[in-house]
């Protein structure tokens, strides 16, 4: 009777769950798509993964960026969403809005190359401003193992924060004032108001920011390609989305790649089990 | 909060947080300048002057570089094209499919959900592959095809919709069935028009992931007058040199009419992404 | 009752929705296809040929083809340039798909033993590989060959050993002799680096580049009695092998020649592109750098800089040597004849000579490396020539593993304090599990 949804069905079966199943087939083959025989090989790319020295590199990195980036980004864009509902000029909260939310409608693409320009070592102005203000020697940011994860992790922070921003603030400025004109009168310090009204009323908004902008940082790429070139120098900038590329697309191993892809299916999952727990939500169903 | 403080000064807090959040805007806004005035500059000036931001010799040659020796216009016409389709088709089988789910009963109704809502949690990492190969056997490779169609259902945008669908009083739709309208009326004269705010935030949502989804089509395309203009910006070059002057008026050229809209449509914007945070 | 009308309805506003799409994906498919200038007739055979964008090289492709289409009017060549840094994961995926991807490929050697065991390429019909076969050095066709069969032409001896870059205004200033042995070329390095902090203001041999790293380290190997490889088996780390890494390693920490910029991924300029912008004395690199360095960056060839021999480091003039580019023929194309008769007619021994010396590459043939017209012509290329038989094929592999590897050793010895022989054991760990 409601064959009507077939169509979307279709689709949703083509491009959404069939290639899931492919996915965790493939990882069970040695898969070459340039061959016509592929041969069946059980478990051996999971195996292969626990003495490959580089996938637990790109897993290491992978969690450090997520870790890192995420708690940052949550923090930095609670601050500044209070810091802009606070403001009493409805136009400057208004164009502050927007102006945070600039890096989040170019291609992470493009504006990677424009980071990538300003981190680099000879002419890079990041180094030309430490020297002037400082006068710090030139650092190779992207180059120098210590250092590449940390300028991938600022320029994402530049690139991701508007959509929180916007999110959050959406968020404090439907809480109704007679709450903090309550606590105002008993004498409750900004700090205070922001932990015990500010927070728990945000609760479903902050949970549903906290697991989106997760699942998004695992999955991140573009900034990875550009501003890891090749993984960084000794694979130090290698995250597991750039190694699952790589393997897949310039090695031809389609099968350990997928393997790849399964841990960090796993990693995302586990992680939004416990997120899950821990905030208690309830997905609306 | 927005305290009603007409009548009272500004207190220093006010001041203090506009100088915080002036500096962070200043952060934020700086590599987009140094990105518009090196987009002036010849490769060779950028990289021999560091720490000049002002162009010395104001060129537009990466400009007209970009213009003229690459197909500028057909990238961004292949950009709009897949864009737009997907934005257009995730609308429409996000709203049906949350319209169907929501408001009439079948078997495996539960299981259906569950089964596509679970998708979500799956990395494109795991699915790209299989896409890729089945793009391969449908023949659509290199074609745009080859991200539409992939992109043409949205487990968030069904979600999404759904939500929005549950909230409508089964009443107002009973009602309308009641009195002899078909269920295509119901979804698209009293469904559809509710669903406005979320429609909004779908497509906006939608549009800026198709619009700037490098992953995709760096898989799916490969001839150079079908890439799409996230692809482009290597393309400046010759063999081993990258032409960074030319990068830069081609990142100018992808980012300022982005902004542009932005600032024209921003009640919307902000309105569009507030409500996919309440939900 | 209205149910079913209102099914009936949304299916036909998904045709028509599907149908706008369609369209509005074929006109642009159809414009696709206009963008070349040529016009097809229905009895002419059209072959795609992808290549990578090289404004010099392109060129002189255009050129082979010009001249082919005036000699074949049957025939149509489309030529495809993908930038560079794109051009190898777009072949693998071309060919990966159904319709798959050109008839004809621009095919660097060191990918080609990637694709020999799967058949997507098509053997070279075997009077024209026997031809081609005589006249050959070994490395040339190294990577082309499986199992008795070969699976590209060469077009190219790529060498990134024995020559490189001098600062001749540098050397000019400071009445020095380009270096004869390798001892005087360290001696110079030393002389003429000049630190800046963390980086240089003038870097005195700046080896550790992409390329550059590996090849050094090989023929240093190979130079002083050593090998590699034994059979399939990487063994680098024998005695000779971590002796001239710690050589090397110490021209980074002890002497301070250079820092590892090259090869950490984070540079926009290679060590050969730095030293056209005149911050370095000497360069390891191969001769078809020569050309980028006058059309880029508007040097004078002898005047700027100079192409020099290369010393060695060992007794032996050996080096190892991979294969460059070559062309092969899908596996799968429609026309197998019309693309071999392209690629025979590229091979004639006049028109590569040319295509050669245009974009300063090396003869595959020995009869045209060794052919007057050739040195006459670019004849930097002299010393180079004289060294050729010392070449080695490197081997059986994906040469941008190798590369990679070592790229990822060397940064690991010098910036982690890795022991040198536990890192040259890793790297046979490494390259021995690919």
């Not at chain 3, 777009?90 to 095919?107: H, M, N, P, R, V």
């Not at chain 3, 550790?208 to 090998?227: A, F, R």
């Not at chain 3, 010396?357 to 004849?379: G, M, N, Q």
Request: hydrophobic content about 50%; glycine content about 6%.
């Amino acid at each position: 009777m409601f064959f009507v949804l077939l169509p979307i069905l279709l689709l949703y079966f083509t491009f959404l769950v069939l290639p899931i199943g492919a996915g965790f087939v493939m990882s069970f083959f040695d898969y070459n798509p340039l061959r016509t025989n592929n041969d069946f090989v059980g478990l051996a790319n999971f195996a292969r993964l626990t003495n490959d020295p580089v996938f637990f590199k790109a897993l290491r990195n992978t969690l450090y960026f997520v870790f890192a980036t995420v708690p940052l980004n949550i923090i930095i864009t609670l601050i500044i969403a209070q810091l802009i509902s606070s403001l009493d000029w409805s136009k400057l909260r208004a164009s502050f809005r927007v102006l945070f939310f600039m890096p989040c409608i170019a291609p992470l693409v493009a504006s990677s190359m424009v980071w990538k320009q300003l981190y680099n070592v000879r002419y890079g102005i990041i180094n030309s401003m430490l020297e002037g203000l400082f006068n710090i020697q030139p650092i190779n940011w992207l180059g120098t193992q210590s250092l590449v994860i940390p300028s991938v992790i600022l320029f994402t922070l530049w690139a991701d924060m508007g959509y929180n921003v916007i999110i959050f603030s959406a968020g404090m400025d439907g809480i109704p004032s007679d709450f903090y004109e309550a606590a105002n009168i008993d004498g409750a310090g900004p700090i205070s108001r922001f932990f015990n009204i500010t927070l728990p009323l945000l609760g479903r908004t902050f949970s549903f920011v906290i697991a989106m902008t997760f699942i998004s940082h695992f999955q991140m790429f573009a900034q990875f390609q550009v501003l890891a070139t090749k993984g960084g120098p000794n694979n130090a900038g290698t995250v597991l989305t750039y190694l699952i590329y790589k393997t897949a697309f310039q090695n031809k191993n389609m099968g350990y790649a997928s393997a790849i892809a399964i841990t960090l299916f796993l990693l995302i999952m586990i992680f939004t089990i416990v997120q899950q727990r821990v905030n208690r939500v309830d997905w609306g169903y | 909060m927005a305290v009603d403080t007409r009548h009272k000064r500004h207190s220093i807090g006010q001041y203090i947080s506009l100088a915080i959040l002036s500096l962070v805007a200043l952060f934020i806004i700086a590599p987009y300048i140094w990105m518009l005035m090196s987009s002036f500059k010849s490769t060779q000036e950028i990289v021999q002057n560091p720490g000049v931001i002002l162009p010395i010799n104001w060129t537009l040659a990466g400009y007209r570089n970009v213009l003229t020796n690459s197909p500028f216009f057909r990238w961004f016409l292949n950009s709009a094209i897949v864009a737009t389709s997907i934005t257009v088709l995730v609308v429409f089988t996000s709203t049906l499919a949350g319209f169907v789910f929501a408001k009439f009963e079948f078997k495996g109704k539960e299981a259906l959900f569950w089964l596509i809502l679970a998708t979500m949690m799956v990395p494109y990492q795991i699915t790209m592959i299989p896409i890729f190969l089945i793009v391969g056997e449908l023949n659509l490779y290199d074609t745009l095809w080859a991200l539409i169609l992939p992109g043409a259902v949205s487990a968030f945008g069904f979600y999404l919709c759904r939500q929005f669908c549950e909230e409508i009083p089964d009443s107002l739709s009973e009602a309308a069935l009641i009195d002899g309208a078909g269920p295509m009326r119901v979804y698209w004269s009293i469904i559809m028009p509710l669903l406005k705010p979320c429609i909004a935030a779908l497509a906006i949502f939608t549009f800026l992931e198709a619009w700037n989804e490098y992953l995709k089509p760096l898989i799916m395309l490969s001839q150079v007058d079908r890439m799409t203009l996230p692809l482009s910006l290597v393309f400046f070059g010759n063999a081993h040199i990258h032409d960074i002057g030319s990068v830069m008026s081609a990142a100018s050229l992808i980012m300022i009419p982005a902004v542009i809209v932005l600032l024209i449509f921003q009640k919307q914007f902000i309105k569009g992404i507030s409500i996919t945070g309440t939900k | 009752m209205s149910l079913r009308k209102f099914l009936k309805t949304l299916m036909l506003t998904m045709v028509v929705i599907c149908a706008l799409v369609l369209v509005a994906g074929c006109t642009s498919a159809a414009e696709d296809d206009g963008t070349d200038a040529t016009t097809v007739t229905d009895d002419q055979t059209v072959l795609t040929f992808w290549v990578h964008i090289d404004n010099l090289w392109n060129a002189e492709q255009d050129k082979i083809i010009a001249e082919f289409e005036a000699e074949n009017p049957d025939i149509v060549i489309k030529k495809e340039a993908f930038p560079w840094d794109d051009f190898e994961a777009k072949i693998q995926t071309s060919l990966a798909t159904k319709e798959g991807g050109a008839d004809i490929y621009l095919l660097w050697g060191g990918w080609a033993g990637d694709y020999a065991d799967t058949g997507v390429f098509s053997p070279v019909p075997a009077d024209f590989m026997a031809e081609v076969k005589e006249d050959s050095y070994e490395p040339v066709l190294g990577s082309f060959e499986y199992d008795g069969n070969y699976y590209g032409v060469p077009l190219e001896f790529n060498n990134e050993y024995g020559g490189m870059l001098v600062n001749t205004p540098k050397f000019e200033e400071l009445e020095l002799d380009y270096p004869a042995t390798w001892d005087e070329m360290i001696d110079i390095a030393r002389d003429v680096t000049v630190p800046k902090g963390n980086t240089f203001e003038f870097r005195g041999f700046d080896f550790p580049g992409e390329d550059s790293l590996t090849y050094v380290w090989t023929s240093m190997i190979l130079s002083s009695g050593g090998q590699y490889m034994d059979g399939d088996e990487f063994t680098f780390a024998t005695p000779i092998g971590i002796e001239t890494m710690q050589t090397l390693v110490d021209y980074i920490k002890v002497d301070g020649l250079t820092d590892l910029d090259g090869i950490t991924n984070a540079e926009e300029q290679e060590p050969y592109q730095k030293f056209f912008l005149g911050e370095s004395m000497m360069v390891p690199r191969g001769p078809w750098v020569v050309p980028e360095g006058e059309e880029e960056y508007g040097l004078t060839y002898g005047v700027d800089f100079e192409f020099v021999s290369m010393p060695f480091y060992g007794a032996d003039k050996k080096f190892a040597a991979e294969t460059g580019w070559g062309l092969a023929v899908n596996a799968a194309t429609q026309n197998p004849d019309a693309a071999w008769k392209f690629v025979e007619f590229w091979s004639q021994k006049d028109r590569l000579l040319e295509y050669n010396i245009a974009t300063a590459t090396i003869p595959p043939y020995k009869s045209l490396a060794h052919d007057p017209r050739f040195v006459e012509a670019v004849p930097y290329m002299a010393p180079i020539i004289d060294i050729l038989d010392g070449g080695q094929f490197i081997g059986h592999f994906n040469t941008s593993t190798l590369k990679e590897e070592v790229a990822n050793m060397f940064v690991d010895i010098i910036d982690n304090g890795t022991s040198v022989e536990d890192a040259v054991k890793a790297l046979d760990d490494i390259m021995n599990n690919q």
